[in-house]
C-alpha cells in the first residue's frame, strides 16, 4: 500500500480530518513558506495526533541543532530536508530522515549514497525548495536504483494521483498546493486524493 503524507498542515482541524480520512503521515513545515508554523502550533496539533500518524518536520538548510529541537519539542518522527544538507548532515539528525532532491540537482546523482530512511523526488523551479505545484517527467525516475523507499512529489492532485501511483510505484506519495483550494486545505480534495492513490495501490482480488 503506498503511504500519503498531507504536507503543509497547518491546524487540527485539518490534520483531524486527515488523518481520519486515511493519511499516513502529516507534515509541519519550519521553513519560509506561506504553510509555515510556529513550533508551538505543531506541538498542540501533534499532541492530538492519534499514534498512528507519523509526524513529519519540514526543514531547509536549517541547523542540526533547531531541526533536533524542533523535532523533539513538536514529538516529530521524522526530519524532512528539503535544502542542501550533506550526507554527514544526514547522520547528525538524530531521528528519521527523509531527504528530498530536486531532479535538477547537483545532490540527485548522490542519492543512493545518502544515509537516510526513504527520499522525496520533486520538481525543480528555481527559487522554491518544495512546494512547486508542477509535475515532472516521471520517465526520469525509471532509471532510477531504488535502495530506499522513493516518495513521489510536485503537481500531485486527486486528478493524476491514480496515474502517478500505477506509473511510477512509488513507496509514498507527498501531497499540499494540490489539496488546497485558495491556498486553504480543501477536506474534498483530501479525501478524494487518499482514495484515488490507495484504489490504485490495492491489489485486485485473485
Not at 11 to 27: H, Q, R, V, W
Not at 55 to 60: E, P, R, S
Not at 61 to 76: A, D, G, H, M, T
Not at 141 to 164: D, F, M, Y
Amino acid at each position: 500500500m503506498v503511504r500519503v503524507k498531507i504536507c503543509g498542515i497547518t491546524d487540527l482541524k485539518t490534520a483531524l480530518y486527515s488523518a481520519e480520512a486515511g493519511a499516513d503521515a502529516l507534515g509541519f513545515v519550519f521553513a519560509p513558506s506561506t504553510r509555515r508554523i510556529a513550533p508551538e502550533d505543531a506541538r498542540l496539533i501533534s499532541l492530538e495526533l492519534p499514534p498512528k500518524i507519523l509526524k513529519v518536520g519540514v526543514f531547509v538548510n536549517s541547523p542540526v541543532k533547531e531541526v533536533q529541537q524542533i523535532i523533539e519539542f513538536c514529538r516529530l518522527d521524522i526530519a524532512q530536508l528539503h535544502g542542501e544538507e550533506s550526507q554527514e548532515y544526514c547522520r547528525q539528525v538524530n531521528c528519521k530522515v527523509i531527504k528530498a532532491f530536486n531532479i535538477q540537482s547537483p545532490l540527485f546523482s548522490l542519492i543512493d549514497s545518502y544515509p537516510v530512511d526513504a527520499v522525496l523526488i520533486d520538481t525543480f523551479l528555481p527559487g522554491k525548495a518544495g512546494g512547486t505545484g508542477k509535475v515532472f517527467d516521471w520517465k526520469i525516475l525509471q532509471s532510477l536504483n531504488r535502495t530506499k523507499p522513493v516518495i513521489l512529489a510536485g503537481g500531485l492532485n486527486q486528478s493524476n494521483a491514480k496515474e502517478a501511483v500505477l506509473s511510477v510505484r512509488p513507496d509514498g506519495v507527498d501531497v499540499s498546493s494540490g489539496v488546497e483550494t485558495d491556498k486553504k486545505k480543501d477536506p474534498v480534495k483530501i479525501l478524494q486524493f487518499i482514495n484515488s492513490v490507495k484504489e490504485a495501490s490495492t491489489p485486485p482480488f485473485r
